[in-house]
């Protein structure tokens, strides 16, 4: 299996391209060695995040198919989609066939504020963690604007730091990070956040 996504020459050269090479360079970091290992970072815990423009979503979802199928990479990727995990949570409280029902009587805002109170960080992190960790593990979260505004980013990666601290993570997110805000779909209000690396610029 080939290590790069292909893509012509004409695609290289358009934004469909920029983001294949991209992928391509994301696909290499997760089997390095100092990837793995958290080499050269000043912060105790291994966080990455890819950012990527919110049109090339679809480009990303496929590559992170790819990834889940790729037999060959020299690493143990768990990928985690988030709004997936967010309906299991809801699976498990049993109120997922009732959520329709209850934005139509009340308002979308309204049911908001109860699934924001029901279910917060705590309750993801029961669903991503798993033992043991194994060395060459890396915890990809994709997701991110799938789950939005049920689950930020930002707080769930404080959250999530205690329970990885000898596991990369990788988000895979559509927005911008300037390495102290993150700024979903490129245009919602920056969030703080210092923790974690820009990779693949």
């Given at each position: 299996?080939s290590?790069?996504?292909?893509?012509?020459?004409?695609e290289?050269?358009?934004?469909?391209?920029?983001?294949k090479?991209?992928?391509?360079?994301?696909?290499?970091?997760?089997?390095?060695?100092?990837f793995?290992?958290?080499?050269?970072?000043?912060?105790?815990?291994?966080?990455?995040?890819?950012?990527?423009?919110?049109?090339?979503?679809m480009?990303?979802?496929?590559?992170v198919?790819?990834?889940?199928?790729?037999?060959?990479?020299?690493?143990?990727?768990?990928?985690?989609?988030?709004?997936?995990?967010?309906?299991s949570?809801?699976?498990?409280?049993?109120?997922?066939?009732a959520?329709?029902?209850?934005?139509?009587?009340?308002?979308?805002?309204y049911?908001?504020?109860?699934?924001?109170?029901?279910?917060?960080n705590?309750?993801?992190i029961?669903k991503?963690?798993?033992?043991p960790?194994?060395p060459?593990?890396?915890?990809?979260?994709?997701?991110?604007g799938?789950?939005?505004p049920?689950?930020r980013?930002?707080?769930?990666l404080?959250a999530?730091?205690?329970?990885?601290?000898n596991?990369?993570?990788?988000?895979m997110?559509?927005?911008?990070?300037?390495?102290?805000?993150?700024?979903l779909?490129?245009r919602?209000?920056?969030?703080?956040?210092?923790?974690?690396?820009?990779?693949?610029?």
């Open positions: 299996m290590d790069k996504v292909n893509f012509s020459t004409a290289r050269e358009s934004g469909l391209g920029r983001i090479e991209r992928l391509d360079k994301v696909r290499a970091l997760i089997q390095e060695p100092e793995l290992e958290g080499k050269g970072l000043s912060n105790e815990v291994n966080i990455r995040i890819f950012c990527y423009e919110p049109e090339n979503e480009v990303v979802r496929h590559f198919n790819q990834l889940e199928t790729d037999q060959s990479l020299d690493c143990h990727l768990i990928v985690c989609n988030l709004y997936k995990t967010f309906l949570i809801c699976d498990d409280m049993d109120i997922t066939d959520i329709p029902d209850m934005e139509e009587a009340d308002g979308s805002a049911l908001l504020e109860q699934l924001n109170s029901a279910i917060g705590r309750e993801f029961d991503i963690q798993y033992e960790h194994e060459g593990d890396v915890l990809m979260l994709t997701g991110v799938e789950v939005f049920f689950m980013i930002h707080t769930l404080e999530l730091q205690p329970y990885f601290s596991v990369p993570i990788l988000v997110y559509p927005g911008e990070f300037d390495g102290r805000h993150v700024k779909f490129n919602l209000t920056p969030n703080d956040y210092y923790r974690a690396f820009n990779v693949i610029d």
